[in-house]
């Protein structure tokens, strides 16, 4: 009976060059709800092909559908639609309508993964869709102008999707979020893209986790969003002159802990941002560490390490509210009489010359000047220019050595 | 003045101060190398050395021996050698022995710690040539200084003068111009203001080698464009060349009408 009932609901629909059945819409058209489309490895030339009930689409030995640069490719249009395991190429490019190897459009439940997209405009498109996954996807694209690419993988007004081990290269953004929340957005790896690794926009309860983010055109940009949380992720050799690890903008009430940041020209740019703690990161040799460009209140910083920065922190005002205390800095110069492992004076991370840079950015040729390094040392030593409160009163001694495994 | 070069240039290749400028940068490079295992930030070290001390040890050292060989200067001139010769071959032989020390001295510790295999060799040689340079550069704007003072003191004072106003003071007024002018644009002026001070003109061409150049956002991009290109390399180089032409020169001319 209840055999009867399983193959009754669920039977398996295969396609292949040979087979009675030769396209994959002809094998989704035979289907009905639950049931299994399997396709064999081979080409088939496609576009346009709907999805409109619950099925699984499965590629067996990735077979490649090759839109020919006709259009959009797979759109998904109803609840708990899974497609795996095939190569999508040639999606095409079009300045009016954006295109995208495979798209849900309203539907919730739904799984994306094992897929390879090549030659593509927009990726993965998840449009007003919530409570799916989109796992182990390599989107390779071939991105050169801003204007002609498209995202690989884009959420728009999604609830509760999770990213999961996807390879996102070359393409515009490598991932972008915008009005989508409780989105998980874990072991990804972004690298080469021409814009941004990470691009999200007004979207809360995110958790972003062991991601690495690479080689970026300008790194990661987080903007109006509130309650994010990033863990665990490495943002490494963004480097431009209008690069950085992260781009924050308007972020509330946001964690950032356990990153490595390392060779970014800045590692966070942070405007307008408050009640954000940074705790256990690492910023290694970053042209700037971090750059707080007015407008950030009650933020803290604690138990980072910086080593190895040109400058490690910069600011333009001098007004701070905002709290540095236990991190290491590789440039602090004090001494600890009492071995508590703790610094007795303590560090001020601001420089006065980074005062100066901000306001006239051509005395940025002055950098490593002896003159340079003689007003700094008269600032450190009675700060005049710079907020006399932004110091680190804890500066440890030795770097810590956050555990990442 | 071959022969006066060569009897110089041997002269301070046996004396102790050649040895121990010799050692102090050997033991620079080596101290630097195996703390830091790391050539590239050795690298940024060696910079703040070169473009400061390399100048400091050029001025002090090319004044020191001018009045230091007073005495055999007065004989030679007793001869009938050409008095350009003299000087200019007592210039070279110190500028040459300096600067020898200072290649050496340092290039010793990176030959063994593997820099042709490395790929710092040509910012680690450009370290080298605009250190030599200046070398060069110092020890000729040192020797106008002595020439042209017969007083100890005050030549002391002038030569240190000189190397406090190219190392700190230029960048002092630099600073000061870009701040006061601000509103204006300054690309052009930034430009040139680094190439008139070889001090600035070393330490830019050097940051620009560095990979530290993006860092210094639209101005970096402007410098960069100049100076990464063939043409603001071969002026950059011709601009430290006319940083020794110019002072040899007056060597050469104070030298002949000077009186003893």
């Known amino acids: 009976m209840f055999l009867g009932t399983f193959t009754g609901f669920a039977k398996t629909i295969t396609v292949c060059n040979s087979c009675p059945i030769k396209t994959i819409q002809g094998g989704i058209a035979q289907a009905s709800e639950g049931d ?24 067996e030995d990735m077979p490649t559908i090759d839109g020919e640069d006709r259009g959009e490719i797979i759109k998904i249009v109803s609840n708990n639609v899974t497609v795996d395991g095939f190569k999508i190429i040639n999606v095409g490019t079009s300045y009016t309508s954006d295109y995208a190897a495979v798209r849900v459009i309203k539907q919730d439940g739904f799984l994306i ?21 989109v796992l182990n996807n390599k989107i390779r694209g071939d991105a050169v102008n801003e204007y002609n690419s498209g995202n690989g993988i884009q959420l728009w007004y999604c609830k509760g999707v999770e990213v999961r081990g996807n390879t996102v290269e070359n393409v515009r953004d490598g991932i972008y979020l915008e009005f989508s929340d409780n989105i998980i957005i874990s072991h990804n790896l972004s690298k080469n893209n021409l814009r941004y690794g990470l691009h999200f926009m007004f979207s809360n309860n995110d958790v972003y986790e062991y991601n690495i983010f690479e080689n970026n055109g300008a790194g990661v940009a987080v903007m109006f969003s509130k309650f994010i949380e990033m863990h665990y992720n490495i943002f490494k050799e963004n480097w431009g002159t209008a690069s950085f690890g992260i781009l924050l903008k308007e972020i509330n009430d946001a964690n950032i802990t356990n990153n490595v940041f390392k060779e970014n020209t800045i590692g966070i740019n942070i405007e307008g941002s408050n009640r954000i703690n940074y705790e256990n990161n690492d910023f290694t040799s970053n042209g700037y560490a971090i750059k707080v460009k007015g407008a950030c209140y009650n933020n803290q910083f604690i138990n980072n390490n910086f080593r190895y920065n040109s400058f490690d922190i910069t ?5 701070n509210s905002n709290k540095f205390d236990n991190n290491y800095w590789s440039n602090y110069t004090g001494y600890d009489l009492d071995k508590n492992g703790i610094g007795d004076v303590p560090y001020r991370p601001v420089k006065l010359f980074t005062y100066i840079v901000n306001r006239t950015p051509e005395t940025i040729i002055l950098l490593r000047s002896l003159f340079i390094d003689i007003i700094d040392f008269s600032e450190k030593v009675s700060p005049v220019f710079t907020p006399d409160d932004l110091m680190d009163i804890n500066p440890r001694m030795k770097p810590i050595n956050h555990d990442r495994s | 003045m071959l022969k006066i070069l060569k009897y110089s240039f041997y002269d301070l290749v046996r004396s102790r101060w050649s040895y121990v400028y010799f050692l102090f940068y ?7 190398l195996f703390l830091n295992n790391d050539l590239s930030k050795a690298v940024i070290t060696l910079m703040n050395v070169i473009i400061i001390l390399v100048p400091l040890i050029g001025t002090i050292f090319g004044v020191m021996y001018y009045y230091d060989s007073r005495e055999f200067t007065e004989l030679l001139l007793a ?33 063994f710690y593997g820099i042709f295999n490395s790929s710092a060799i040509w910012d680690f040689s450009l370290l080298l040539v605009t250190g030599a340079f200046l070398t060069f550069i110092f020890t000729a704007l040192a020797f106008v200084i002595a020439l042209s003072n017969e007083n100890k003191i005050k030549g002391f004072g002038y ?18 111009s870009l701040l006061y002018f601000e509103d204006y644009p300054l690309d052009k002026f930034s430009l040139a203001a680094t190439m008139l001070n ?48 110019v002072p040899t020169f007056f060597i050469w001319r104070i030298a002949k009408r000077k009186d003893f």
């Not at chain 2, 050997?26 to 630097?32: A, E, N, Q, S, Y």
């Not at chain 2, 050698?81 to 990176?110: C, D, E, H, N, W």
């Open chain 1, 36 to 59: 299994t489309v399997l396709v064999k490895k081979g080409i088939y030339n496609e576009v346009n092909i709907i999805i409109d009930k619950a099925i699984t689409l499965l590629g």
């Open chain 1, 113 to 133: 993964q094992n897929l390879e997209l090549e030659k593509l405009f927009f990726g993965i498109y998840l449009e007003k869709s919530n409570n799916g996954k």
């Open chain 1, 315 to 319: 600011y333009n005002g001098r007004l």
């Open chain 2, 26 to 32: 050997l033991l620079l490079g080596v101290v630097l």
């Open chain 2, 79 to 111: 001869q009938p050698v050409k008095r350009s010769s003299i000087f200019l071959g007592q210039y070279f032989g110190v500028a040459t022995s300096l600067a020898m020390s200072l290649v050496i001295g340092l290039g010793l510790p990176f030959v």
């Open chain 2, 159 to 176: 030569a240190i003068l000189l190397w406090l106003f190219m190392a700190v003071i230029y960048d002092g007024i630099f600073l000061m």
């Open chain 2, 198 to 245: 070889p001090v600035d003109l070393s330490r830019v061409l050097i940051l620009l080698k560095l990979d530290i150049s993006a860092l210094l956002g639209y101005t970096g991009a402007v410098f960069q464009k100049f100076f990464g290109t063939n043409f603001g390399l071969i002026l950059s180089s011709a601009m430290l060349a006319v940083w020794v032409i």
